[in-house]
């Protein structure tokens, strides 16, 4: 069976860290285009940072530019998100997600994070609070 399995979130304090990871599991992330999402209850769901498929690109939304780093780690199958300075308006559900076949203008440096999602994870949640 194919499937994202994120891990990694939490309670943290404002000011705090977490990474997140994002395994693969009955697949190897290697030449897949990755994408980490995040949905608050009631609201849409908001890009927050992509990879590409060989990992020369990156992207951020700007509400999180210079707090996360993506990366990924193909010896391990996993792409992860470390979040630092964390807020309380981080708050949310993450997703990660995958593309088989890297869409043009994918992770292209806008900060317009997009994916069309062969595949999604089942979330972790993120909670950001005092």
């Known amino acids: 069976q194919l499937q994202l399995v994120e891990s990694g979130g939490g309670l943290v304090q404002p000011g705090g860290s977490l990474r997140l990871s994002c395994a693969a599991s009955?697949?190897?992330?290697?030449?897949?285009?990755i994408g980490w999402f995040r949905q608050v209850p009631g609201k849409e769901r908001e890009g927050v940072s992509c990879?590409?498929?060989?990992?020369?690109?990156?992207d951020y939304a700007d509400s999180v530019k210079g707090r996360f780093t993506i990366a990924r780690d193909n010896a391990k199958n996993t792409v992860y998100l470390q979040m630092n300075s964390l807020k309380p308006e981080d708050t949310a559900i993450y997703y990660c997600?995958?593309?088989?076949?890297?869409?043009?203008?994918?992770?292209?440096?806008?900060?317009?994070?997009?994916?069309?999602?062969?595949?999604w994870g089942q979330g972790t949640q993120v909670t950001v609070t005092s």
């Open positions: 997600a995958a593309d088989q076949l890297e869409a043009p203008g994918f992770c292209s440096g806008d900060g317009d994070v997009w994916i069309r999602g062969d595949y």
């Open positions: 009955g697949f190897t992330l290697d030449y897949y285009a």
């Open positions: 990879i590409s498929s060989s990992g020369g690109r990156t």
